[in-house]
Structures are given as C-alpha cells and as structure tokens.
Nanobody, 114 residues
Framework: QVQLVESGGGLVQPGGSLRLSCAAS????????MAWYRQAPGKQRELVAL???????NYADSVKGRFTISRDNAKNTLYLQMNSLKPEDTAVYYC????????WGQGTQVTVYS
C-alpha cells in the first residue's frame, strides 16, 4: 500500500498563496489518480482538485482559476498551488490516492485569516 506525507500548510492572509505537497512512497505503480480534499470545521470533506495519470484535471467550482493541481511522476509527488486565498479556504487539506486500496494522507492545516 502507498504511504502519503503532506506538507506546506500554514497561516496566510487573504490574497496570499500556499503550495501543498504530498509525497507518495510504497506501492505507487498502481495509482490511477491523485487528488486533494479538504474539510472545514463542521463540514463534510469535499473534493478540491483531482489529476489523473494522463494529466486530466478537475476542480471544485469554488477554487477554479485560483488553485492548480500538478504531479511529478518521477518524484511521486502531488502538488496544490493555492493563490488568491480566501477565509473560506480555511480547512484541513488531505491528499488522496485512487488505487485498488485507496489511501489518505494525515492532513495539513491551512488557515486564511485577516
């Protein structure tokens, strides 16, 4: 099974930027797609962005034009570039790997505050 380690969360003011990383190790040869989810306090976990092995991407409407998902297959690393951050982007962000045994990262906190 794959192991995921996220990094890059933190505190940022509205309008600022952050870049999240998710390093995958272990069984990575059968990954079908990778994604970022987020969960704000009192809310359900939601899909933020997804990227397939062929490079196709999909974004939540709330982040289109502000967030960019990418992956470095040679490094088995997933990224999420977040620009023009808003207070409503505050959440714990989780890396997710779609494979026969899906896996989740431990989460990284992103807080956007005035």
């Amino acid at each position: 099974q794959v192991q995921l380690v996220e990094s890059g969360g933190g505190l940022v003011q509205p309008g600022g930027s952050l870049r999240l990383s998710c390093a995958a190790s272990g069984r990575t040869d059968n990954i079908l797609a990778m994604a970022w989810y987020r969960q704000a306090p009192g809310k359900q976990r939601e899909l933020v962005a997804l990227i397939t092995n062929s490079g196709m991407t999909n974004y939540a409407d709330s982040v289109k034009g502000r967030f960019t998902i990418s992956r470095d297959n040679a490094k088995n690393t997933l990224y999420l570039q977040m620009n023009s951050l808003k207070p409503e982007d505050t959440a714990v962000y989780y890396c997710y790997v779609q494979q026969p045994k899906p896996a989740w990262g431990q989460g990284t906190q992103v807080t956007v505050y005035s």
